[in-house]
Nanobody, 123 residues
Framework: VQLQASGGGLVQAGDSLRLSCAAS????????SGWFRQAPGKERDFVAS????????RYVDSVKGRFTISRDNAKNTLYLQMNNLKPEDTAVYYC?????????????????WGQGTLVTVSS
């Protein structure tokens, strides 16, 4: 499976963005998938995950109520709708797939990664 993230950009605080992650390979629809982010000088952190069926969305506390993860398995695409963006959301956002178990925030448990898309939120 190959993942291609897109949709990042420069926005102001309070704005919205929707990230997309296009997947190749028919097996994508069978994988739990998710989003991570990495701010400058920091480790890659879990943001959200979604089960293969499209249910079971999980979020890091800092984005709950503002971000929504979704997927369209017919299009082999994962999304992250980000509303009310804050400067602290500034990071490179990575999509991931094939979670192998354990905790969602353990990046070593994810088998496939996209290349990242930069989101910059100005105050």
């Amino acid at each position: 499976v190959q993942l291609q993230a897109s949709g990042g950009g420069l926005v102001q605080a309070g704005d919205s963005l929707r990230l997309s992650c296009a997947a190749s390979g028919r097996s994508f629809s069978s994988y739990t998938s998710g989003w991570f982010r990495q701010a400058p000088g920091k480790e890659r952190d879990f943001v959200a995950s979604i089960r293969s069926s499209g249910g079971g969305g999980r979020y890091v506390d800092s984005v709950k109520g503002r971000f929504t993860i979704s997927r369209d398995n017919a299009k082999n695409t994962l999304y992250l709708q980000m509303n009310n963006l804050k400067p602290e959301d500034t990071a490179v956002y990575y999509c991931a797939a094939q979670w192998s178990g354990g905790t969602y925030d353990d990046s070593s448990k994810w088998g496939y990664w996209g290349q990242g898309t930069l989101v910059t939120v100005s105050s």
